[in-house]
């Protein structure tokens, strides 16, 4: 791939973007960044957490506006195609994304921020939905998956960015830290993470993306299966021999 690079290490799946100037999206970097969160599934048996990140001085400041040559209507329904598998695959991640914003996560990129499960961020990182300023809704259904409803119509309304260090406060971002130590962050956040056993964290990516969706009935049904499913097995057992010996658990995956 030539825009997004991925490699594991210590369990942890690290994929990162890196399209210069900026990391601005463009189809091949979506297509690219689909293939690398879709390509999880066939590491389940080592990788546990991804950490989602970019290359220099922006995380992803939104579309490369160079593919929008033609008929904008044709521009942005082809375009929409390639976003929309990206963040269905992201969002549908097997294992917890975390997203180590390291600078504007602006338009497309908010969105890609706000289908992360954990964000961390580096200090003066800005996030922001400016589209109407160039006559575009752009990403108003991921507003809620960040912003409370007051702060995400200011948001579009104005167009205006907003600190990491504010959305920290609204809990949206779970840290704030100098540039240079952004990823320790996030692996110290995915270590925390990574207590749980591989097949539990499965368990809830695959069950929280309907609780939002459903009534209490249901969501009791639900998170019950799961435990049903998990109940029996060998890493489950070991988290509870752990917690009673008081020593860190050995998981296997089983």
Request: glycine residues 6%; proline residues 6%.
């Amino acid at each position: 791939m030539e825009f997004v690079k991925k490699e594991i290490r210590n369990h942890i799946a690290y994929i990162t973007v890196n399209r210069p100037p900026v990391n601005a999206l463009n189809r091949q970097t979506y297509t690219e960044l689909t293939e690398a969160f879709n390509s999880v599934y066939d590491d389940l048996e080592d990788v546990r957490v991804v950490i989602l990140t970019a290359e220099g001085k922006h995380f992803i400041p939104g579309n490369d506006l160079n593919e929008f040559s033609g008929s904008r209507k044709s521009d942005m329904n082809a375009q929409s195609v390639y976003f929309a598998n990206c963040l269905t695959n992201i969002y549908n991640c097997p294992v917890p994304v975390i997203g180590a914003i390291n600078g504007a996560a602006v338009g497309a990129g908010f969105c890609i921020a706000a289908v992360c499960d954990v964000l961390v961020a580096a200090e003066g990182a800005k996030f922001g939905l400016p589209e109407m300023r160039v006559g575009v809704l752009g990403g108003l259904a991921f507003l809620p998956l960040m912003v409370p409803q007051k702060l995400g119509k200011y948001m579009t309304l104005t167009g205006n960015p907003v600190p990491a260090e504010k959305l920290e406060n609204y809990g949206s971002v779970h840290s704030v830290v100098p540039r240079e130590k952004l990823m320790e962050e996030a692996e110290k956040v995915a270590d925390e993470i990574m207590t749980s056993p591989p097949l539990c964290l499965q368990a809830w990516k695959k069950s929280y993306k309907y609780i939002d969706r459903l009534d209490f009935i249901n969501i009791e049904h639900i998170t019950d299966l799961f435990i049903l499913d998990l109940i029996e097995t060998e890493d489950s057992q070991e988290a509870v021999r752990a917690f009673l010996e008081k020593r860190k658990p050995v998981y296997k995956g089983k």
